[in-house]
Nanobody, 115 residues
Framework: QVQLVESGGGLVQPGGSLRLSCAAS????????MGWYRQAPGKERELVAF???????TYADSAKGRFTISRANAVSAVFLQMNSLRPGDTATYYC?????????WGQGTQVTVSS
């Protein structure tokens, strides 16, 4: 089993920044991919950013140029640096860990962008 602990969400003004963190623990593998997804009320969960075991990154179009995903491999942690935040970024953000067909999700952390 893998447990994911998230932190970093909160209330921020438009144009501000937040850094989300997620650490995986338990029976983790060095061969894994981790990512961030978000879900706003009434909408489906969507990919924000993803990083593979070889550190290849993928971003949603809305995140490109503003968000940066990174990882700390030794502790299976993933981070999301979010800059130039917009009200449309308001959502619950979820960390995802994937390895050999197994998926695990964090509890979610709320991000609210409002003036």
């Amino acid at each position: 089993q893998v447990q994911l602990v998230e932190s970093g969400g909160g209330l921020v003004q438009p144009g501000g920044s937040l850094r989300l963190s997620c650490a995986a623990s338990g029976t983790t593998s060095s061969i894994n991919a981790m990512g961030w997804y978000r879900q706003a009320p009434g909408k489906e969960r969507e990919l924000v950013a993803f990083i593979s075991s070889s550190d290849r990154t993928t971003y949603a179009d809305s995140a490109k140029g503003r968000f940066t995903i990174s990882r700390a491999n030794a502790v299976s942690a993933v981070f999301l640096q979010m800059n130039s935040l917009r009200p449309g970024d308001t959502a619950t953000y979820y960390c995802r860990y994937s390895s050999f067909g197994y998926d695990y999700w964090g509890q979610g952390t709320q991000v609210t962008v409002s003036s």
